[in-house]
């Protein structure tokens, strides 16, 4: 008897794991594994997502017009090279399925994003792991890296989860020694914590090679809506809007992402509001001994003593119902992320922390 086999490739696929939101027999758990805002979407958001709740019968904008028109306006950026998708997910399923394929590479850096690796397989593709420096993307190691068979490289900056960022000139040299066949795909996810930083943006317009994606799940604080963008040169569009379907993101998605990058005093109390509460953590968690390098996003990498002291830790944590991300799949295995949460998480995490580290966990299992 025979039995469909799927393409190569995509039994290599390991499973995304997201981040824990539930721990059993417990309620009022915090979340602080996915990076999410703590204080939520923009009003403005909410009440655009209720409005399209009136047309739920209709199909979406398959052009994004207004969206786009928003992003553009705001970012001081071009709309027509503006692509809209389910997450910025789907923007590097796009990239990865219209540029690569079997018999081609994909790089990604060291600690980089799962969905890089994940899409390049899906693909078809060959993902190739590029060594970090001390958790800091390595440009040189990067070039590297670089073959005739490389058809695109990521990276985020800053980046999930070290939360470490490299600067605008760096990314150009990066970006003028890639082989003329290959793309560099900066993920911009973190990109609005940073104050004065455009994401790549400028580097996308003084180039042909550069594409940068976006999205609306972290600091717009709408994760649940699925919505993201990229921003490239025409001849990118040109190709990746062919590949995307019609109707891909949802009315209430546009809609609120729309409502939510035109609501800029909202994004600027978001970004104060991170930054106050992620140095506030940062410093406590040094304090009672657990280092982290300067993060440029909305999380902290908390190097704890070993593997093992991390593994006790999340355990210890989960067991209070605070919820931080392992990052053993990272290569990480020494380290917790902890999204910055509000004033309130952020205490009783470092709370938990120091109760764990002068032995509460080894108290509580005799
Ligand atoms: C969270 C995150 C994204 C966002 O993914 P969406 O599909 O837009 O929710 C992209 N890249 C990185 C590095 C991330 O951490």
Not at 152 to 162: E, Q
Not at 188 to 205: F, K, N, P, T
Not at 272 to 293: K, Y
Request: glycine share 8%.
């Amino acid at each position: 008897m025979t039995q469909i086999a799927p393409q190569p490739g995509i039994m290599d696929i390991t499973l995304y794991q997201g981040g824990a939101a539930t721990v059993a027999g417990l309620e009022n758990v915090v979340k602080l594994s996915s990076n999410e805002n703590p204080l939520g979407p923009s009003q403005a958001a909410i009440e655009a997502f209720r409005r399209a709740s009136f047309t739920l019968h209709r199909y979406p904008s398959t052009d994004h017009a207004a969206l786009r028109t928003a992003i553009a306006e705001t970012h001081d950026i071009d709309a027509d090279r503006i692509i809209c998708g389910a997450g910025s997910d789907e923007i590097i399923a796009f990239l990865c399925q219209a540029y690569a394929g079997p018999d081609t590479e994909v790089l990604h850096t060291e600690h980089g994003f799962g969905m890089y690796r994940i899409n390049a397989l899906a693909a078809g593709a060959t993902p190739v792991e590029v060594a970090e420096r001390e958790r800091v993307t390595d440009v040189d190691a990067l070039l590297e890296g670089c073959s005739d068979k490389t058809r695109l490289v990521f990276m985020a900056n800053p980046n999930n989860p070290t939360g470490t960022m490299i600067g605008a000139s760096e990314i150009a040299r990066l970006a003028d020694g890639l082989p003329p066949k290959a793309l560099l795909v900066l993920d911009g996810a973190y990109a609005e914590y940073v104050e004065g930083y455009d994401g790549g943006a400028s580097l996308v317009d003084s180039r042909d090679n550069v594409v940068m994606t976006r999205t609306f799940s972290k600091i717009y604080g709408l994760g649940g809506l699925r919505i993201g963008w990229g921003y490239g040169p025409q001849h990118v569009l040109d190709v990746l809007n062919r590949v995307r379907g019609p109707f891909n993101v949802s009315q209430a998605a546009l809609s609120a992402a729309e409502a939510a990058v035109r609501d800029t005093a909202y994004l600027e109390h978001c970004r104060a509001e991170n930054a106050r509460w992620r140095t506030w953590m940062a410093d406590a968690l040094a304090e009672i001994g657990v280092p982290s390098d300067v993060s440029c996003a909305n999380f902290v990498l908390a190097r704890m003593a070993s593997a093992q002291d991390a593994e006790d830790c999340n355990a210890y944590l989960s067991s209070q119902g605070l919820l931080v991300r392992p990052v053993g799949s990272y290569k990480l295995p020494n380290c917790l992320r902890i999204t910055v949460g509000d004033e309130a998480s952020c205490r009783r995490v470092v709370h938990a922390i120091r109760q764990f580290k002068e032995g509460a966990a080894d108290a509580a299992s005799v």
